[in-house]
């Protein structure tokens, strides 16, 4: 059982997930939050597989909770997904950073936030068609980005390990991966670490990044 801990500051917003989780096959409730603090101390007395955390909240925000949650070193196997309805760039830029996997909508089927649950929990990042798009307009079209040094790492990946970061960039998982170019799971999470440490990486963020900077994909493009 995948248990989830599900932080939000409105009440009706943590009911309707929870009766989610509760309901979808092989996920558990670790606990609510309210805040910030309540979901950092949760994550360290119940130590969840995921925590599904809102972003606006009072006190400590949900990016200010997830930095937390990702540098201690107790919690190294507990996962955060982002459920927001927030999904400006500023936003999607800091929770990265701070460790998040990935985000989804509060808009999203319930179907859909199941399987994205299920998908962080076995490693996949996951970032929404949206949150990648925000994350492009605002820092590849930013001149603070337009280094030779993607250019020339990009040098050392193989034909499909380029297809692979392609892929990536326009915000597909591991599964989509393997499915789209006809490979297992493992293999297409094969490829994606080697590119992280072919491109020096330290998230699936960061790849986005190179993905659109070199030209593998275009801002607006799908």
Request: proline share 3%; net charge negative; hydrophobic share 45%.
């Amino acid at each position: 059982m995948i248990a989830v801990l599900i932080a939000d500051d409105q009440a009706l917003i943590r009911s309707a997930i929870a009766d989610l989780v509760t309901h979808s096959e092989g996920l558990t409730i670790a606990g609510e939050a309210a805040d910030g603090h309540q979901a950092l101390a949760l994550a360290r007395e119940r130590r969840p597989d995921l925590v599904l955390m809102d972003i606006r909240m009072p006190g400590m925000d949900g990016i200010a909770a997830t930095r937390e949650i990702c540098a201690d070193p107790a919690l190294a196997a507990v996962r955060v997904l982002v459920l927001t309805t927030f999904e400006e760039d500023e936003y999607i830029v800091a929770a990265l950073r701070a460790g998040a996997s990935g985000f989804i909508g509060k808009g999203a089927e319930r179907d859909d936030i199941a399987a994205a649950i299920r998908a962080v929990h076995r490693g996949d990042a996951l970032l929404s068609p949206t949150a990648t798009r925000t994350l492009i307009n605002r820092y590849v079209r930013s001149a603070r980005l337009h280094t030779s040094e993607p250019t020339r790492a990009l040098d050392g990946l193989t034909g499909r390990e380029a297809e692979v970061l392609a892929l990536v960039g326009t915000g597909r998982s591991n599964a989509d991966i393997a499915d789209l170019l006809t490979i297992s799971p493992l293999t297409a999470k094969t490829h994606v670490n080697r590119i992280m440490t072919k491109l020096q990486a330290h998230d699936r963020a960061q790849l986005v990044i190179a993905a659109y900077e070199n030209g593998l994909v275009q801002p607006g493009g799908h």
